[in-house]
């Protein structure tokens, strides 16, 4: 911190000092005396610095040979306080169009996740699907009726139409099928029951779209109040899709309620 004395001035001595002392000792600290007058007095200012050795870039290096200019052309190398004042470092921010500007500040789109369940196509790992158990138990039994059809088609053998692959979506177990006449979707219908009285079909659209492409959703609801009955039909493209979703969701936990989810009759 500068410390300043005031001494009176008297213009019949000779001032002998000089306007700037520099002195420097041992322990590295570096003493400037400055005499300043103001005001027909004259003041004595002295600041007091710790001179540190830091190792400085080369290209920082060259610029203090550079030779110096104006006002501080006779100057010794190094700072003069008289001419150079040294204050905190200052950041800046160079902006060099207004529309990237603009661009750096409008929100970049949510990306879509990447991810995807290879058993229900859900949004979340396979290995953490709620229906795990059930989808790949399911696969592995077609992967082998898929493979006992391939070898008997292989060796000439006769297959059943019920047996053969793609069956499932066209017959019905234990019921005759007339391949002349178009089918009836609601084979493909399956019956939920024990839900709340908030559930909406889009809840359900929401609930089933994992297990396959659901045609159509019918929430029974009361006529005065308007809300659910508890239960509702849900109708898949194909038999295995509603199939899939009676393993998936048959006994699930929904909004504290266990689902009931069956073929409808």
Known sequence: MPIVEQSGLNWANEIDEKDIEIEVNEEGFKKVIEYKIENEKKYKITNIFKVEKVRLPKSVAQ????????DSAGDAPGLNPATTVITDEVLMQFLSKKEEVEKT????????????????KGDHWSAKC???????????????????????????????PSRRPGANAATTAGKKVDYGKSLNKDDFSVRVSNL??????????ELFKPFGKVTRVFLA???????SRGFAF?????????????????????????LKVEWSK
């Open 196 to 205: 709340p009285e908030e559930a909406t079909e889009a809840d359900l659209q």
């Open 221 to 227: 609801k009361d006529k005065t109040k308007q809300v």
């Open 63 to 70: 610029r203090k040979e550079w030779k110096k200019f104006g």
């Open 130 to 160: 709620p229906h795990k158990d059930i989808l790949e138990a399911k696969f592995a039994a077609e992967a082998i009726q898929k493979e006992t059809s391939a070898a008997a088609s292989s060796s000439g053998a006769y297959i059943p």
């Open 105 to 120: 500040e409008t929100p970049a789109p949510a990306a879509v996740s990447a991810i995807k369940c290879r058993l229900c």
């Open 234 to 258: 849900v109708t898949f493209s194909n038999k295995d899709e509603a199939q899939r979703a009676i393993w998936g969701v048959n006994d699930y936990g929904y909004n504290h309620l266990i």
